[in-house]
């Protein structure tokens, strides 16, 4: 059974730093694709970051680009998305995909885990 866990969220000033984890399991980690999503309130679900483990290239929103850094340890199965000088626009659910190794080409999202809210204080 593939699952995506997600952590490191939580509540932080505005100008400060956060690092989500996106722990996988029941897939070979190699193979994928993994994303990051975001979903505010009221607002529908907007993709944040991609990496891809066929080449390790990275993509990013221009809402976060050299703010945010997606990075996978493979042998940890676990991506993640540091986060600096965070803003209260940032503030959402979090949430990780994963998918085919092209997956950020594609956008083939097949898994996706629980969300981690994440809250920036102005």
């Known amino acids: 059974e593939v699952q995506l866990v997600e952590s490191g969220g939580g509540l932080v000033q505005a100008g400060g730093s956060l690092r989500l984890s996106c722990a996988a399991s029941?897939?070979?980690?190699?193979?994928?694709?993994i994303g990051w999503f975001r979903q505010a309130p009221g607002k529908e679900r907007e993709g944040v970051s991609c990496?891809?483990?066929?080449?390790?290239?990275?993509y990013y929103a221009d809402s976060v680009k050299g703010r945010f850094t997606i990075s996978s340890d493979n042998a940890k199965n676990t991506v993640y998305l540091q986060m600096n000088s965070l803003k209260p626009e940032d503030t959402a659910v979090y949430y990780c995909?994963?998918?085919?190794?092209?997956?950020?080409?594609?956008?083939?999202?097949?898994?996706w885990g629980q969300g981690t809210q994440v809250t920036v204080s102005s």
């Open positions: 990496f891809s483990m066929s080449d390790s290239s990275t």
């Open positions: 029941g897939f070979t980690f190699d193979d994928y694709g």
């Open positions: 995909t994963a998918g085919p190794i092209d997956l950020c080409v594609t956008h083939d999202y097949r898994y």
